[in-house]
């Protein structure tokens, strides 16, 4: 038995100056507004909408835990609601970097995801019924999710 994965949109997410709340007992936590932007792939493609947010905790051993809640809108205006959850870490170099809001290069550290997709849409109903995986790119001012399904 094997999987393969199937890329199903990029999308990038405009991000605001996060809000620090602060040393909160487990670690630093972040609240990273989600402004807007735009995802493409084959057969979808669209707008992100405002008003989401990614959860950040960033943990006493450099971890950050990221959990972005926001609606995706398809051109032909089909919402679609994402809840995605995953892990940054690399040298703290670079992760103290990425948090300063710099730029750094591609690949030298690891962000990945589980999104889950939600719509009301049979068109689109195949993203309530599949597993997916997210691999990101922070810069300063926004966030590249490539999105893959697995198969």
Same mark, same amino acid.
């Given at each position: 038995? %094997?999987?393969?994965?199937? /890329? ?5 997410? /405009? #991000?605001?100056? &996060? +809000?620090? !709340? ?8 972040? #609240?990273? &507004? ?7 792939? *084959? @057969?979808?493609? =669209?707008?992100?909408?405002p ?6 905790? +960033?943990r006493?051993? @450099? ?8 609606? +995706?809108?398809?051109?032909? =205006? #089909? *919402?679609?609601? !994402? #809840?995605n959850?995953?892990?940054? /870490? @690399? &040298? ?5 970097? +990425? ?5 750094? &290069?591609? =690949? ?6 589980? *999104?889950? $997709?939600?719509?009301? %849409? ?9 597993? $997916? !995986? ?6 300063? %001012? ?10």
């Amino acid at each position: 038995m %094997s999987m393969n994965l199937k /890329h199903i949109f990029t999308a990038n997410i /405009h #991000v605001d100056d &996060p +809000i620090e !709340v602060g040393d909160v007992g487990t670690g630093i936590r972040r #609240v990273i &507004p989600i402004t807007g932007g735009t995802f493409s792939g *084959p @057969g979808i493609k =669209g707008i992100v909408l405002p008003g989401g947010a990614d959860y950040q905790m +960033i943990r006493y051993d @450099g971890m950050t835990e990221a959990l972005a809640h926001y609606t +995706i809108q398809t051109e032909e =205006g #089909v *919402p679609i609601y !994402v #809840v995605n959850k995953g892990y940054r /870490h @690399g &040298p703290k170099e670079i992760i103290d970097r +990425i948090i300063q809001g710099e730029e750094v &290069p591609i =690949g030298s550290y690891y962000f990945k995801t589980a *999104p889950l $997709f939600e719509t009301g %849409s049979e068109e689109y109903a195949f993203l309530n019924r599949n597993i $997916f !995986v997210g691999e990101g790119i922070r810069r300063p %001012s926004d966030v590249q999710m490539k999105f893959y399904q697995v198969l």
